[in-house]
């Protein structure tokens, strides 16, 4: 037992240090751009977006994957993912993640009761607030690339030699107390374990690299939609009907401004609530026919529990998401 602990305390300490070391320099960026250059904040977002988010892949990747590869990892046996299970696995990803988001967005709502503090969505914040290119680098292609290697590859890898669905349960929560707040944490969690079981039943981290792309990408897009529906017209009318009369005044090319945005989100509202349905009929089907390979070195299930929350370093990264959390909530 205490080999394993102590493996799982590094892997802890390894994580909670680049945790700190990525948060701290991100806050110093904040603090040289706000004394110092605060016109690229308020103008040019988008440029100190990228820097800001640069800590996490070029300090924080190299760290871990350094000292990772120095310890003990299982190689996952490769096997092919078929199209058709690539797709039910898609489904059932949008699933987690509109299932995820309720009841994040229900947790935040309990907080903001008990607090009087509003929670915003932290991630539609900074997508808002920078330009549509830099959301599809940033958010939807580089950041999926970086977090399948440091949650998937590197920690299923080195954890797996104890249990492939203790490798996967860990993978899962370690992904989704990264977020750093209740908004993304649900989903993040549900969507890590499903990641983390396609990893270890094809040993392919491509899968969910692109899978993570995929789920990234169309949040992303259609997130400056939004900012395009009119509330004004809504806001201003006082019933239904004339918001009708106000729609059918409108010249063509103001109607066709009006209406677009809503028919887009309309199509991707359909498409998304009907995936996530097909993934939650997909997910109940095939969840009697998912399992994990035993291996050699496995800890007993009675002990997984003791060997990972018994650990120094894991509640050291616990504690150091948990300073996110509280951050998120009360240092906006």
């Known amino acids: 037992m205490s080999l394993y602990r102590k493996n799982f305390s590094a892997v ?14 991100q806050y110093g960026i904040g603090i040289l751009f706000s004394d110092f250059a605060p016109e690229i904040i308020s103008d040019h977002f988008w440029l100190y977006f990228i820097i800001a988010m640069a ?20 190689e996952i046996e490769r096997r092919k993912l078929k199209f058709s299970d690539f797709l039910i696995f898609l489904c059932i990803a949008e699933c987690f993640l509109i299932v995820g988001s309720l009841v994040g967005n229900y947790v935040n709502g309990l907080i903001s009761a008990a607090t009087g503090i509003e929670i915003t969505n932290p991630v539609g914040d ?10 599809i680098l940033v958010a939807g292609i580089i950041g999926p690339i970086f977090e399948e290697l440091l949650f998937r590859k590197l920690l299923v890898d080195n954890l797996s030699k104890y249990g492939e669905g203790l490798a996967i349960t860990v993978s899962g929560f370690a992904f989704g107390l990264f977020h750093g707040n209740f908004t993304q944490f649900f989903y993040a969690t549900m ?24 789920i990234n990408l169309g949040s992303t897009l259609i997130a400056p939609v939004y900012n395009m529906v009119d509330t004004d017209l809504i806001d201003s009318s006082s019933s239904y009907a004339e918001i009708g009369e106000k729609i059918l005044s409108m010249p063509p090319e103001e109607l066709w401004s009006f209406a677009w945005p809503l028919l887009a989100l309309g199509v991707y509202a359909i498409a998304t609530y009907g995936m996530a349905i097909a993934g939650l009929i997909l997910y109940l ?18 002990y997984r529990f003791k060997a990972v929350m018994g650990s120094f370093g894991v509640w050291v990264y616990i504690m150091a998401c948990g300073a996110l959390f509280a951050a998120a909530i009360f240092l906006r």
């Open 12 to 25: 802890g300490l390894i994580y909670a240090g680049m945790l700190v070391l990525v948060t701290a320099l």
């Open 126 to 135: 900074v997508l808002n607030s920078s330009v549509l290119w830099v959301n």
């Open 191 to 214: 969507i890590g374990l499903l990641f983390g079981y396609i990893y270890v039943r094809t040993g392919r981290i491509r899968y969910t690299i692109i899978l993570h792309m995929m």
């Open 285 to 302: 089907i095939k969840r009697k026919h998912m399992f994990i390979n035993p291996v050699e070195n496995e800890i007993y299930t009675g």
């Open 55 to 74: 800590p996490t892949y070029v300090v924080g990747y190299p760290m871990v994957k350094y000292f990772m590869d120095k310890r003990e990892k299982r």
